[in-house]
């Protein structure tokens, strides 16, 4: 694999310690990991709240330890899950004032999610009531809009994403990502991929691998390849969802991901829009 692809590149849902689930790296040791490659930008997630705060101390630890020998930048955002009061536009608008870049709607307390997972519904987030967005939603994508950030749709239903990508839409906002959509708890078929894309130019968020349950993982490279084929590569984003133990590393996915794109030909120049581009637009950087 031409090594250049990993220089720059910006993987935008990544996992790490501290979490309460155990994950590979930690906070440091994933910033390391990405300078080593030669990484633009990482962005954390969590689904316990916000991990803002997390890479300003990821960023202060790289000016303090490597005196600016590298163009590696930590991001963060905020997960409306219970943890942060749910669909919270004050939660979200500290976030976002923080340095924040994204904002996940609920991830493990969305509906689908305790649903698919055959959970208690104690903690479900709602984003739809009566067949419509919850009236706190608007507030959010107000936000989302004026600090031009991106709203992810985590780990809501297909028939729930396309009522509030239209309806963000409709309010102003700008950058869409649909979150993981080949996962099967999101389960979107790729028939309403093609549609999310024709008629909201959303972007596809496709990563490395998914739990299965059981700490099994399924490789989801196959499917990337057909979404790709389908949708075309200009609204796919390669992402890992990285930092289960279970997994390879964080830089050792990433290479996977993208030697198996060499593989099934696609060209390099494809692959570094959907390694670098889409991911530098989304966080307002150059590349």
Known sequence: MNKKLLEGVIDMHVHSNPDIRHRRYDDFELMEAAIRVGARAIV??????????RAYLCNKH??????????????????????MGGINPYAVESGLKLGGKVV??????????????????????DVIRDGKPVPELYDVFRLVKDFD?????AHISPEESFRIIEA????????????????????MSL????????????????????????????SNLPMNLEAIEACGYKNVMVCTDGGQVENPCWEDALTQYIQYLIDHNIPEEQIYHMTHTIQAELLGLSV
């Open 44 to 53: 954390i997630k969590t689904h316990q709240g916000t991990t803002v705060d």
């Open 62 to 83: 790289n000016e303090l330890t490597h005196h600016g020998d590298n163009n590696f930048t930590m991001y963060g955002g905020i997960t409306l899950n219970r943890q």
């Open 104 to 125: 996940w709607l609920p991830t493990q307390s969305a509906r689908n999610h305790l649903e698919k997972m055959k959970q208690s519904m104690d903690r479900c987030v």
């Open 149 to 153: 950030v991106v709203l992810g749709t």
């Open 168 to 187: 963000a839409r409709d309010a102003g906002v700008k950058k869409i990502v649909v979150t993981h959509p080949e996962w099967w708890l999101v389960d």
């Open 191 to 218: 028939e309403d991929q093609v549609r999310l894309v024709k008629d909201y130019n959303v972007i596809l968020e496709h990563c490395f691998a998914q739990p299965l349950g059981g700490g099994k993982y399924k």
